[in-house]
């Protein structure tokens, strides 16, 4: 069992920047792909962003590219989400999600990750 713990979540205005951190105390990512997903009250979770453990390969959401950066230190053990330019769209909680597959094609879907953090709430104000 892989603990995941995000961090990071907040209050911003529109046009902020905030950066979330998704940790596993007491388990090594390094063979993990990791992702970060969120999800709003009545709605399925929504991909955001993932890194594969090769800690090259990126692939973001079409709402988010450009805006966002996904990237992970190993050496650390923890995967960040540097998120600028937010929206009121944006507002979440926030959580990410660790796989032993590489699969980029597999790695927006959700139920492709084995382990989930608790989630950290981003609130957005327009």
């Known amino acids: 069992q892989v603990q995941l713990l995000e961090s990071g979540g907040g209050l911003v205005q529109a046009g902020g920047s905030l950066r979330l951190a998704c940790a596993a105390p007491q388990h090594s990512l390094r063979d993990y792909s990791i992702a970060w997903f969120r999800q709003t009250l009545g709605k399925d979770r929504e991909f955001v962003a993932a890194i594969n453990r090769n800690e090259v390969s990126v692939t973001y959401a079409e709402s988010v590219e450009g805006r966002f950066t996904i990237s992970r230190d190993n050496a650390k053990n923890i995967v960040f989400l540097e998120m600028n330019s937010l929206k009121a769209e944006d507002t979440a909680v926030y959580y990410c999600?660790?796989?032993?597959?590489?699969?980029?094609?597999?790695?927006?879907?959700?139920?492709?990750?084995?382990?989930w953090g608790q989630g950290t709430q981003v609130t957005v104000s327009s």
């Open positions: 999600g660790a796989t032993l597959r590489f699969d980029m094609r597999l790695l927006d879907i959700a139920r492709t990750y084995d382990y």
